[in-house]
């Protein structure tokens, strides 16, 4: 049996019958059949229902699925998941596995929903009678996947802060001069084939390749902190992090001015690291001088570093600064940097169009124009900030 095609197919069904079901927890699903192949209904009811669904209100939904691609198999698998017309309901106590540590006023819903993970909160005072029953992170970020990032609370944007750092693996590159021996490539290694043939009687068995050695570019973002992106700003912070903890990348932050952040956001905590940025930045959730941001970046030292790198700007193009000015700084930043990617999270929302003047002026010169306003959205700046150039500017 092709146990990926199985998950697929399982999960295709329970996604069409409202079920939300992650490519992490497909992927859990699949490791679980190879470890624990089931040979009977009951095992493989318990493999796709521990591993696919962890909400209490999908367990009816789920129930469903299964009976109706395993036959009346389900009622004796789990007489608790459903209870129409039996004795015990769903929300009574023998519906729910306890968890050990719990008063005896704690409420029934508080418990252990028949194996199915609540959220974990920390206790007001650091009692570690009971254990904890964490959530799986994959599960928990696919519940805020669609939601925008001003919605979310300090825990939760902590947590795209995590699954950032484990996401962004790939990094922009650009084909240098130098050369290297390969398995393919489209130049024959004369000497190197030389030189392996010594092992073969000095007959050339195999041809050894050259191609082009690859180099890292570096990536220079730039996050608008003024009043007007507040609540986007810590989420743009934690992408920041990702790429200032590289040794090819530069941060900054503006508002009315220009402010350098890599050294902060390069910490190993990135609580100390988001709330060290936060106070760095005198001038934060004020006016908007994004113009005069890019020309002060441009004229720096750390100007020089946009040539031939990818500049990201993550700013809703609200500006005191005039227009005209902020196309003219984009007109020398796009000369300078390889591909010019532009975040707004305003963006997202339904029916917009950059009317925003400063936004109109810079648009014609940036490669790719992202909202970036949940998490479903950020694996497109990875791939718009790693992508090839795009010919197509204004």
């Known amino acids: 049996m092709d146990r990926a095609a199985f998950a697929a197919a399982l999960a295709q069904r329970l996604r069409a019958s409202g079920v939300p079901v992650s490519l992490t927890a497909m992927a859990a699903f699949t490791d679980a059949l190879a470890l624990a192949p089931p040979e009977r209904v009951r095992p493989l009811y318990w493999l796709a229902r521990l591993t696919l669904v962890d909400r209490h209100q999908d367990l009816e939904a789920f129930d469903r699925v299964f009976e109706t691609a395993f036959g009346d198999a389900l009622l004796p698998v789990d007489p608790h998941a459903r209870r129409h017309g039996q004795e015990t309901d769903a929300g009574s106590p023998e519906a729910l596995t306890p968890v050990p540590g719990e008063g005896a006023g704690a409420e029934t819903t508080a418990g252990l929903p028949w194996h199915t993970l609540p959220r974990v909160s920390a206790a007001a005072d650091d009692d570690t009678a009971g254990r904890a029953l964490p959530e799986l992170l994959p599960s928990a970020m696919a519940r805020i996947a669609d939601t925008p990032f001003d919605e979310l609370d300090a825990a939760e944007l902590a947590a795209v802060g995590r699954w950032l750092e484990r996401s962004a693996h790939r990094w922009p590159t650009r084909r240098s001069r130098r050369l290297d021996v390969a398995p393919t490539g489209h130049r024959v290694a004369l000497r190197e084939t030389i030189a392996a043939s010594r092992r073969t009687g000095w007959e050339p068995m195999e041809l050894q390749h050259y191609r082009r050695v690859r180099r890292p570019l570096t990536v220079t973002l730039l996050c608008d902190v003024s009043q007007s992106m507040q609540s986007y700003a810590t989420a743009y912070l934690h992408l920041m992090r990702v790429f200032a903890r590289t040794r090819h990348?530069?941060?900054?932050?503006?508002?009315?001015?220009?402010?350098?952040?890599?050294?902060?956001?390069?910490?190993?905590?990135?609580?100390?690291?988001?709330?060290?940025?936060?106070?760095?930045?005198?001038d934060r959730y004020g006016g908007t001088h994004l113009a005069a941001s890019l020309r002060e970046l441009l004229a720096s030292r750390h100007g020089n570093l946009l040539r031939g790198g990818v500049l990201v700007i993550a700013s809703d193009g609200w500006d005191s600064d005039e227009p005209r000015a902020l196309a003219a700084a984009m007109v020398r930043a796009g000369r300078r940097a390889r591909r010019v990617v532009w975040l707004n999270p305003r963006a997202g929302a339904a029916g917009f169009e950059p009317l925003v003047g400063s936004m109109a002026a810079a648009l014609p010169y940036c490669d790719a124009f992202l909202p970036a306003h949940t998490l479903r959205e950020l694996p497109a700046v990875f791939d718009a900030i790693a992508g090839d150039p795009v010919s197509s500017r204004g």
């Open 249 to 282: 990348a530069e941060t900054f932050a503006f508002s009315t001015s220009l402010t350098r952040l890599t050294p902060v956001l390069a910490q190993q905590s990135a609580a100390a690291a988001i709330s060290q940025a936060e106070e760095q930045v005198v």
